[in-house]
């Protein structure tokens, strides 16, 4: 598309028969018709231009096309566009048939063209709008010519929805299902405390709690820690039986030693008599020294066999006294665990009362906000203002608007809701 200047449309009414010139005379009537809408837009910054320049040569009679200038461009920050040999042209404020006539003066001058270059300028993209406010997706959105604030919002998702209603839903839901967990955990914390009670008292059953006596749930909680309070009971029992036999295996070991401790006691006695008539009669010379020899091998074996019967005798004994102290340590640890398990029990549940009467608060407050929603819904109507903040001149201004009301490029759209009583 090219935009003709005066000087060439003088030009086109001595037009001759030449294609080339026909085509241009037909565009210099076409173009400015076409452009005519166009006149009343004023550029600025972020408009996007392209911008097309030919030059008829008379003296050739053809066209030349000034590709190098041709192109597409940006309204800058300082309102300019910046063109090869031209360099910064200011655009801003400027409609597309100005930018044109300058295009082409500056190019006749710059060369010294005897031609006057037509220019063909195109909005090529427009500066975009914004959406703010109650808008579901607010943000930079594309300008469109006859574009409206209600097309507008349409390209942000529309108005927002709120899920006041749905939050609060959820939050009850939410603390609900948490207050039924923490509560079948309160159930189970205090049938384990009532046993651990059981257990530390030695009492053979396990007494119902207050809590648990209305609940479904509660003979069957009981009834499971008695079966696991039987269970450590019995391996407690087998610990200590296990224990008890063997203290009375190795006093029947005691027993045992002390007599045959005693029977070789009394041949040691025989034996040192047998040695000193021995020593007698040897010392009379009418028996040999080798019989004296035996003899007192013989005291030897018996005094080192008692000395082993002692030795295995103290050696049961110190296992005795090992089994007794195991006996003890055994209830002593059972005693410290049961009392740990109780102290973290009441722990346990001291943090579970506070949870669940953070929980029940949740669940009471959603429930008035939920309750206090769907009071105001009925009671109220949503009440929606459109306003449009306008640049012009370097001024700010807001403008009242409707759904309606036509927008143009680089408009700030704002969406305000409120309520109002029905």
Same mark, same amino acid.
């Given at each position: 598309m090219?935009?003709?200047?005066s000087?060439?449309?003088?030009r086109?009414?001595h037009?001759g028969?030449?294609v080339?010139?026909?085509?241009l005379?037909l565009?210099?009537?076409?173009?400015? $018709?076409?452009?005519?809408?166009?006149?009343?837009?004023r550029?600025?910054?972020?408009?996007?231009?392209?911008?097309?320049?030919?030059?008829?040569?008379?003296?050739? *009679?053809?066209?030349?096309?000034w590709?190098?200038v041709? +192109?597409?461009?940006?309204?800058?920050?300082s309102?300019?566009?910046?063109?090869?040999?031209? +360099?910064?042209?200011?655009v801003?404020?400027?409609?597309?048939?100005?930018?044109?006539?300058?295009? +082409?003066?500056?190019?006749?001058q710059?060369?010294?063209?005897?031609?006057?270059?037509?220019?063909?300028?195109?909005?090529?993209?427009?500066?975009?709008?914004?959406?703010?406010?109650?808008?579901?997706?607010? *943000?930079?959105?594309p300008?469109?010519?006859?574009?409206?604030?209600?097309?507008?919002?349409?390209?942000?998702?529309?108005?927002?929805?709120?899920?006041?209603?749905?939050?609060?839903?959820?939050?009850?839901?939410?603390?609900?299902?948490?207050?039924?967990?923490?509560?079948?955990?309160r159930?189970?914390?205090?049938?384990?405390?009532?046993?651990?009670?059981?257990?530390?008292?030695?009492?053979?059953?396990?007494?119902?709690?207050?809590?648990? /006596?209305?609940?479904?749930? *509660?003979?069957?909680?009981?009834?499971?820690?008695?079966? $696991?309070m039987?269970?450590?009971?019995?391996?407690?029992?087998?610990?200590?039986?296990?224990l008890?036999?063997?203290?009375?295996?190795?006093?029947r070991?005691?027993?045992?030693?002390?007599?045959?401790?005693?029977?070789?006691?009394?041949?040691?006695?025989?034996?040192?008599?047998?040695?000193?008539?021995?020593?007698?009669?040897?010392?009379?010379?009418?028996?040999v020294?080798?019989?004296? =020899?035996?003899?007192?091998?013989?005291?030897?074996? =018996?005094?080192?066999a008692?000395l082993?019967?002692?030795?295995?005798?103290?050696?049961?004994?110190?296992?005795?006294?090992?089994?007794?102290q195991?006996?003890?340590?055994?209830?002593?640890?059972?005693?410290?665990?049961?009392?740990?398990?109780?102290?973290?029990?009441?722990?346990?549940?001291?943090?579970?009362?506070?949870?669940?009467?953070t929980?029940?608060? $949740?669940?009471?407050?959603?429930?008035?906000?939920?309750?206090?929603d769907?009071?105001?819904? /009925?009671?109220?109507?949503?009440?929606?203002?459109y306003?449009?903040?306008?640049?012009?001149? +370097?001024?700010?201004?807001?403008?009242?608007?409707?759904?309606n009301?036509?927008? =143009?490029?680089?408009?700030?759209?704002?969406?305000?809701?409120? =309520?109002?009583?029905?």
């Amino acid at each position: 598309m090219f935009l003709i200047g005066s000087a060439s449309a003088q030009r086109c009414s001595h037009s001759g028969t030449h294609v080339i010139r026909v085509v241009l005379c037909l565009l210099m009537i076409a173009i400015p $018709l076409a452009s005519a809408r166009a006149d009343a837009y004023r550029l600025d910054v972020m408009d996007k231009l392209r911008i097309r320049v030919a030059e008829w040569r008379t003296a050739e *009679g053809q066209v030349r096309d000034w590709s190098t200038v041709s +192109g597409d461009y940006t309204v800058g920050a300082s309102g300019t566009v910046s063109l090869p040999f031209l +360099g910064e042209l200011a655009v801003s404020g400027k409609t597309t048939a100005e930018i044109a006539d300058e295009v +082409g003066a500056k190019m006749q001058q710059l060369f010294g063209l005897r031609d006057r270059p037509s220019a063909s300028v195109e909005l090529a993209q427009y500066r975009p709008i914004y959406l703010a406010g109650e808008v579901q997706t607010p *943000g930079e959105y594309p300008y469109a010519p006859n574009m409206t604030v209600l097309k507008a919002i349409s390209l942000g998702g529309g108005l927002r929805r709120g899920d006041t209603g749905q939050r609060f839903a959820r939050d009850f839901i939410r603390a609900e299902g948490d207050t039924s967990v923490l509560v079948a955990e309160r159930y189970r914390l205090l049938a384990r405390r009532a046993r651990l009670q059981a257990e530390i008292a030695g009492n053979a059953a396990i007494a119902m709690p207050e809590e648990l /006596k209305n609940m479904p749930d *509660g003979a069957e909680l009981l009834a499971s820690e008695t079966a $696991l309070m039987q269970t450590r009971d019995k391996r407690l029992t087998l610990q200590l039986t296990a224990l008890a036999d063997l203290k009375t295996l190795l006093s029947r070991e005691i027993e045992s030693l002390a007599k045959k401790s005693e029977t070789q006691s009394r041949q040691l006695k025989l034996v040192e008599s047998d040695r000193e008539k021995v020593y007698n009669l040897t010392e009379q010379g009418l028996t040999v020294s080798s019989r004296r =020899l035996a003899i007192e091998q013989q005291v030897a074996d =018996l005094q080192a066999a008692l000395l082993d019967i002692d030795t295995a005798s103290l050696k049961a004994r110190q296992d005795i006294s090992k089994a007794t102290q195991d006996e003890t340590d055994l209830r002593n640890d059972r005693d410290a665990q049961l009392a740990q398990e109780l102290q973290n029990t009441e722990r346990e549940l001291d943090t579970i009362a506070l949870k669940l009467s953070t929980s029940r608060d $949740l669940m009471a407050e959603a429930m008035m906000q939920s309750t206090a929603d769907a009071v105001l819904s /009925k009671q109220t109507v949503a009440s929606v203002s459109y306003s449009i903040v306008r640049e012009e001149g +370097g001024k700010t201004s807001e403008i009242t608007a409707d759904e309606n009301t036509k927008i =143009l490029p680089g408009d700030v759209v704002k969406v305000s809701a409120g =309520l109002a009583m029905r």
